[in-house]
């Protein structure tokens, strides 16, 4: 095979992969609909910033679109294709000189459900403050792995980090959580 040859033939795949669309409109409305509140919720929590996620869920969608996601592998390989956008988008963020400290997750915007019974909004109560408190790579890791159910490898593959480390690390983050609700416990009481 000559170069000319190998050439046209990667010029033709090439064009076909362009003419082909990856998702239609219709396919990519579902799947935004079905994965962008987990998305915000994500990058809000570990941000502490509900604008930043706000402009974050859609530079993730913009790049989502742009690329060649792995729609061909399903919908759960292009989920942890867009949260790897997400996370990527997030750690660009964190390396810009900030200017402003992290706000804190306002009590407005977590839903309350009705009847819940008085330990579960304490709980929550709790963990909004003990929460901020973390390093940005603390939520993450404990937000992927609690909230959205991933597991170490499918964690490893969204943050970029080394697969073998991630149980380590959710274990001091999960350590560090208590440590600082059991803080807070004190002094709520200590107050009454």
């Known amino acids: ?3 000319d040859s190998m050439i046209t033939q990667m010029n033709a795949a090439t064009a076909e992969a362009i003419a082909e669309p990856l998702m239609d409109e219709e396919a990519f409305t579902g799947f935004y609909q079905r994965t962008s509140r987990q998305v915000w919720a994500y990058l809000a929590r570990v941000s502490g910033s509900p604008a930043l996620a706000d402009d974050l869920v859609q530079e993730s969608y913009l790049r989502f679109l742009s690329a060649s996601a792995p729609w061909r592998d ?3 390989a292009c989920r942890r294709y867009l949260f790897r956008i997400a996370t990527n988008l997030l750690h660009d963020h964190w390396r810009r000189p ?5 706000e804190d997750l306002p ?3 977590l839903p309350v459900l009705a009847g819940q019974d008085t ?3 304490h709980a929550q109560a709790l963990l909004g403050p003990a929460l901020a408190q973390l390093k940005p790579r603390e939520r993450q890791l404990l937000w992927l792995a609690y909230a959205e159910g991933y597991n170490h490898r ?3 593959n969204i943050t970029g980090l080394a697969a073998t480390g991630i ?3 959710l274990f001091r983050a999960r350590r560090k959580l208590a440590r600082l609700l059991r803080q807070q416990n004190l002094k709520m009481v ?3």
């Not at 900030?98 to 992290?102: S, V």
Request: glycine letters at 4%; charged letters at 25%; hydrophobic letters at 45%.
């Open 190 to 192: 200590r107050s009454l």
């Open 74 to 76: 399903g919908e759960i």
């Open 167 to 169: 149980r380590l690390l």
């Open 107 to 109: 009590e407005a915007a």
């Open 98 to 102: 900030q200017t402003t400290p992290l």
């Open 119 to 121: 330990e579960r909004i």
């Open 1 to 3: 095979m000559t170069w």
């Open 154 to 156: 499918e964690i490893a």
